[in-house]
């Protein structure tokens, strides 16, 4: 007897959107959103969403009751096809349905099969009818699902030769074989005709194109018509019996194809997909993954990451995100507005505002992070460092879950870093620092114009030298030569990265600053200062270290302009109104009397 392995898969590589699942009307939203926590999936499109009231009423229960967890698409209503007016008025009424929150139409292997006009003659799939349809779901840039015939067995005799007889037995209405039908060639023809008619409008060809028999043709036809996609829903146990030639195909393809199921969301199900698709697991059986299509067992595909992180969720984030575009200019313009309030002071404004942004962004990775920022850099303009630290770190978990691909949770590292600075915590900032890099040393994304780890080393170096020489200033005998030896070694290691990188002059004369300070050396403080173009630098933290440079070095009037520079600066960001804060302190100094500063390390904090 063949025994093979059987890997467990209860979570995804990455965050799911399960483009094609049907919830109807009857769904317990908040049941549906305890199951795709529990999986992994981050977002379900319902393709039940219909039209008119209906629609709108799903709209409010799913979409807007959870934000970015729900995404519903219209239906179109067939009935008075004969009319005249049928186009202009099923157009009209698509219309009230996409600004109601509809996020795309659905079409059902209806559409060619069996919706007929009055004499008998079916709707053809290019019908011109439909044409008013197309064009306005590319004027809303909303993408058509478009369920086009079926398997190819469904198009052939039910007898002992077809492989899906037993689906046929039970499910007698899917057989289309026959006089009354048309082949399933001429349907996928028809189809294709409208994607070749539309250029502008984006179709997803449910079920693999509803041809993943043929893999050789849809590949033809994703080479030939660029605003074409296809899911991968209902059709794992074809593909799995080919698993090299999907394989290859899924990798060369890997932009134009998304995730999708076509079933009623539960862990067991997503499981299933999971180890389809990551594992290397042999003959096994998917039938638990939809319903039993075949006596045969599959093989998984074993897909690289990158291109299970496309697949996962970046194909759908951009197809989805082209008929965004309103609501994200509404979050946005709330964005501005707050950071505007930040700016000018008015800190109680800027939380009411910050309060509807957060409601609007929902469903928005990188807008919530913005208004997450935000939040923790309002608490930081009032002075309420720990609040800030909490804040940035309840969003750590979730930054964590997209280490590999975004590089939010190595940023809010940075952010916390500079937090525990602003404490006089330089151990934690350093541990932060280090937890950082680590971050990144796992993720696969960039930065613009400049290699990954390039700007992480770069940082690294020069932030951890930094940090060492203040360090120093706080400890005694062998620990403070320790220090000492480490932050050298990170500036020498900084400059070297510098030169290979080719510049950063102003972060060198800066980093000269506090070391010369630190050694007491004021001429060499005030050279160092005097290197830094502070006019064209926009760098809060080379500014206030060029004040101290200047301001040791008693270049007093110098050291002014700067500082009025730094109060200009056209930019929200907490380590602003930190660094304003630590001038003010080094100015108030006395011996004895200093609070906490980079100028001051052995200070102490309010």
């Known amino acids: 007897m063949l025994k093979t392995k059987v890997t467990r898969v209860s979570r995804p590589a990455f965050p799911v959107i399960d483009i094609h699942n049907h919830l109807g009307e009857s769904a317990d939203p908040g049941e549906v959103v305890r199951v795709l926590d529990q999986a992994g999936v981050k977002a379900v499109i319902n393709l039940d969403g219909g039209w008119g009231k209906r629609l709108a009423r799903l709209v409010q229960r799913f979409d807007r009751a959870h934000p970015g967890r729900f995404y519903t698409f219209a239906l179109l209503d067939f009935d008075g096809i004969d009319d005249d007016d049928w186009s202009a008025r099923t157009a009209a009424q698509l219309e009230r349905d996409f600004k109601a929150g509809a996020k795309g139409l659905k079409f059902h292997k209806s559409l060619g099969l069996t919706i007929r006009y009055k004499d008998g003659r079916l709707m053809r799939v290019d019908d011109p009818k439909l044409d008013p349809i197309w064009r306005l779901c590319a004027k809303y840039k909303r993408p058509v699902m478009i369920h086009t ?7 052939t005799p039910l007898d002992r030769y077809n492989e899906r007889w037993h689906e046929l037995n039970a499910h007698p209405d899917w057989l289309f074989h026959g006089d009354r039908f048309p082949s399933r060639e001429k349907l996928l023809e028809q189809r294709n005709n409208v994607i070749a008619r539309h250029p502008k409008t984006t179709f997803i060809g449910a079920h693999f194109g509803n041809n993943p028999e043929d893999l050789e043709t849809v590949g033809r036809w994703l080479d ?10 209902a059709r794992i146990s ?3 019996r080919q698993p090299f030639s999907a394989r290859r195909f899924i990798i060369k393809h890997q932009d134009r194809i998304m995730f999708g199921t076509d079933t009623f969301p539960e862990a067991g199900v997503y499981g299933i997909y999971y180890r389809f698709l990551e594992t290397d697991d042999e003959y096994w059986d998917v039938a638990g993954g939809h319903h039993r299509q075949g006596f045969w067992m599959v093989h998984s595909l074993s897909l690289p990451r ?3 992180r496309k697949l996962y969720h970046r194909n759908a984030e951009k197809v989805l995100a082209a008929g965004r575009a309103p609501e994200k200019d509404r979050v946005q313009a709330q964005i501005d507005r707050t950071r505007a309030a ?20 929902r469903g928005s990775w990188s807008q919530t992070n913005t208004v997450v920022k935000l939040e923790a850099t309002i608490q930081a303009y009032r002075g309420q460092y720990d609040a800030a630290a909490a804040t940035l770190l309840a969003r750590l978990p979730a930054a964590a ?5 975004d590089w939010t949770e190595w940023g809010l590292h940075h952010d916390l870093l500079l937090l525990r600075v602003a404490r006089g915590d330089l151990v934690n900032a350093l541990v932060e620092l280090r937890q950082a890099r680590l971050v990144a040393e796992q993720g696969s994304w960039t930065f613009p114009g400049r290699t990954r780890m390039m700007q992480v080393r770069l940082g690294d170096a020069w ?7 203040l360090r120093a200033e706080q400890l005694e005998g062998t620990a403070r030569a320790a220090a000492l030896r480490y932050a050298n070694d990170a500036r020498a290691e900084y400059r070297r990265l510098a030169k290979q990188d080719g510049g950063h002059l102003d972060s060198i004369a800066v980093l000269d600053v506090i070391f010369a300070v630190h050694d007491r050396d004021k001429a060499a403080a005030l050279q160092a200062a005097r290197r830094v173009d502070y006019n064209k630098n926009t760098d809060v933290e080379d500014l206030y270290l060029t004040w101290v440079g200047l301001d040791y070095g008693g270049d007093k009037a110098t050291a002014e302009a700067v500082h009025a520079r730094m109060k200009k600066l056209d930019y929200v960001y907490a380590g ?7 001038v003010q302190h080094d100015k108030a100094a006395r011996p004895g009397r200093a609070r906490w500063t980079p100028r001051h390390p052995n200070g102490r904090t309010r």
Do not use: C, M, S
Request: charged share 30%; proline share 5%.
């Open 149 to 155: 015939a079926d398997p190819a067995a469904f198009f």
């Open 224 to 233: 030939r018509y660029p605003n074409f996609y296809v899911d991968i829903d």
């Open 238 to 240: 074809e593909l799995g």
């Open 306 to 308: 990158d291109v299970l």
């Open 342 to 361: 930040i700016k000018a002071g008015r800190l109680d404004e800027a939380t009411r505002l910050l309060a509807q942004a957060r409601a609007w962004a």
């Open 401 to 405: 879950e997209r280490r590999a691909d």
């Open 463 to 469: 932030i951890r030298a930094h940090l060492l020489r």
């Open 576 to 582: 602003i109104p930190l660094r304003l804060r630590w």
